[in-house]
């Protein structure tokens, strides 16, 4: 399972952003998918995650700047942000919880991460 991330970039405080997140490889179904963010230091912390159903959960942070969606046709993770401020600055990595295939066939639930994608919010 491959997840490929794209969409971050510089912006200036108060400005928009979208991430989006493909998921690809052998995969059965994806139940949760999320998005973190992680800065020199600390630990990764949660931004937003979204069940296969559509149920959402925000960080306290991003409640009311963010907006998590998903596309289950194309395994497909979005998070829109508006608002940003200079301490949204991280990478921020998507994650997939995934049944899928191995190279053994066997099936394994997994989470699996993105590569990361830098937002720096200017101010």
């Known amino acids: 399972v491959q997840l490929q991330a794209s969409g971050g970039g510089l912006v200036q405080a108060g400005g928009s952003l979208r991430l989006s997140c493909a998921a690809s490889?052998?995969?059965?179904?994806?139940?949760?998918m999320g998005w973190y963010r992680q800065t020199p230091g600390k630990e990764r912390e949660l931004v937003a995650e979204?069940?296969?159903?559509?149920?959402?959960n925000y960080a306290d942070s991003a409640k009311g700047r963010a907006t998590i969606s998903r596309d289950n046709a194309n395994n497909t993770v979005y998070l829109q942000m508006s608002g940003l401020k200079p301490e949204d600055t991280a990478v921020y990595y998507c994650s997939a919880d995934t049944l899928s295939l191995n190279s053994d066939s066997n099936w394994v639930a997994a989470r699996y991460w993105g590569q990361g994608t830098q937002v720096t919010v200017s101010s």
């Open positions: 979204i069940t296969s159903g559509g149920s959402t």
């Open positions: 490889g052998s995969i059965f179904s994806i139940n949760a």
